[in-house]
């Protein structure tokens, strides 16, 4: 699902990312952990190409993100579901338009996205709150309508970077169990976190991240 | 994605848009509208002027006028070399007192402004339509020099002259509108891209969004394009609702004034051309400001 060759990434003179590979196999629930500042954010943006390596080659979903035009990665990004420590909710729509509104704008009828919609609201447990605008819900509510947008377009790929930081633990991990079983119905799971509790909750396998450097599986076992 | 899809979509979100900041975006409608009746009006009024003039043209009149002392053989030859012309259609005679009694017709606030004076002032005039084949200034200039050097008469006019002066000054007319209309539409361009910005600020999280889940370019754009091109819009069916009002009243005012060229007065709306030229620059200056507040939108994700 993703191959990642001696991928370097520098902003001027600030090198975040130092010649990173790995690969993450389909179906596979990974782990991206380091301490804050460790290029974790960097890497996912990478991955679903809202920025470009400065040197290496990096494919996902059968995709090479270095040399796909810009015209091309809307139809790319519909093969990832996005989650975000902040939620990135529309405060002024509906929970439930929140969700509806990714399947209007990736080509959905208007029928279909309410209905997709409807499903997946039920599947991560907020459908009594439809109605509601995002702040008036809690915070773990808000990260699963974010998770039930993720969804809204049934992808390969889930990114999720640090979804449970807002969240006190038991929050967590109902976030957590609810990635698990996304990741048993077949996609593929990359959660970056620092938090060292959420690791092996669900399984899983690790990478750590230090000062933009990948760490060797055998020192980080 | 299917067309009629994104129509709904980009439309529904823009009408949302404007329902819910109404007041910023009448003030975009009603700037857009007043460009465009300052522009259509000019337009309008050149419009009218032209087919009053084009009008005027097709009566192909020449006025011979006839020095004060001129005497009955006199008045006899000039109307002998008129009738003997072969590019004369019709002609008359009228006397000093006709020419008084139309004035007073045609100028009806003006009619005693006559018993004031102590003698008639307007003279007798030959008063000549010529063939439609000599419409045209070179026949009109001949035959008028023809006239002009017989005894007794003292000028020969012809309306082409006139139309010709009227023409240059329906031209200038034209001009300062497109200027005047140019300029207000420049402002409400300005406008309507400072309203659309506003929003682009307040969706902000909105457009951010889109791109990540993978919206392409167009939807993202699209609803902030249809908010500015339905802002035009409205502006232009406001614009052309005033320009009609103003027609139908300068329809009731010149019927009513007793105009000495009501004759001819034949006062039009826009064609269908126009009318559609009119709706497409409001579409158009909508379009514009949507397009220019967008640009520092373009780097957010």
């Not at chain 1, 380091?34 to 390596?53: F, M």
């Amino acid at each position: 699902m993703i191959r990642c060759f001696h991928v370097t990434k520098s902003y001027g003179a600030i090198t975040a990312l130092t010649d990173i590979s790995f690969e993450i196999d389909e179906g596979e629930f990974v782990f991206l952990t380091g301490q804050s500042g460790a290029g974790k954010t960097t890497l996912l943006r990478l991955l679903y190409r809202a920025e470009l390596p400065t040197s290496g080659q990096l494919i996902v979903a059968g995709r090479n993100l270095a040399t796909m035009p810009r015209r091309q990665v809307p139809r790319f990004r519909r093969r990832l579901g996005l989650v975000f420590q902040d939620f990135k909710l529309i405060e002024d729509r509906t929970v439930f338009d929140n969700v509806a509104l990714v399947g209007l704008a990736v080509g959905f009828s208007f029928t279909e996205s309410q209905r997709r919609a409807s499903e997946l609201l039920r599947l991560v447990g907020v459908d009594g709150r439809a109605q509601l605008f995002p702040p008036q819900v809690s915070g773990g509510e808000q990260q699963r309508v974010s998770i039930a947008r993720a969804l809204m377009t049934a992808p390969q790929l889930l990114l999720a970077d640090e979804p449970t930081g807002n969240l006190d633990p038991k929050r967590a991990n109902e976030i957590m169990r609810i990635f698990h079983a996304i990741n048993r119905s077949g996609t593929t799971v990359l959660v970056a976190t620092h938090d060292a509790d959420l690791i092996g909750t669900v399984g899983g396998r690790t990478m750590i991240l230090e000062a933009g450097r990948l760490v060797p599986p055998l020192m980080s076992q | 994605m299917r067309a009629d899809r994104y129509l709904k979509l980009c439309f529904g979100e823009a009408l949302n848009g404007l329902v819910g900041r109404r007041r910023a975006a009448a003030s975009a409608v009603m700037l857009i509208a007043l460009s465009l009746v300052v522009l259509g009006g000019f337009l309008l009024v050149s419009q009218n002027l032209n087919g009053l003039l084009h009008r005027w043209r097709e009566r192909g009149h020449v006025q011979v006028f006839l020095e004060p002392g001129f005497t009955i053989p006199q008045q006899q030859a000039v109307a002998d070399a008129i009738r003997e012309s072969s590019e004369i259609d019709s002609f008359r005679f009228m006397s000093a007192d006709e020419a008084a009694t139309q004035f007073r017709n045609d100028f009806q606030e003006l009619g005693d402004l006559l018993t004031f004076l102590e003698e008639n002032p307007l003279p007798a005039s030959f008063v000549i339509t010529v063939r439609e084949r000599s419409r045209n200034e070179a026949a009109l200039l001949a035959l008028a020099e023809i006239w002009e050097t017989m005894p007794g008469v003292d000028a020969a006019q012809y309306d082409l002259e006139v139309i010709r002066r009227l023409e240059l000054g329906v031209n200038g007319l034209r001009f300062v509108g497109m200027v005047l209309g140019g300029a207000v539409l420049i402002a409400a361009i300005i406008t309507t891209a400072n309203v659309i910005r506003v929003l682009v600020v307040a969706r902000r999280q909105e457009i951010i969004v889109l791109r990540l889940v993978g919206a392409t370019e167009s939807v993202v754009r699209g609803r902030f394009l249809a908010e500015g091109a339905t802002q035009g819009f409205l502006g232009s069916v406001l614009a052309l609702l005033i320009l009609y009002a103003i027609c139908r009243i300068g329809v009731s005012f010149v019927t009513a004034g007793g105009s000495p060229l009501l004759p001819l007065v034949e006062l039009q709306f826009f064609n269908a051309l126009l009318f559609a030229q009119l709706i497409g620059l409001g579409v158009t200056a909508g379009l514009i400001g949507a397009l220019v507040a967008f640009g520092g939108a373009d780097s957010l994700e």
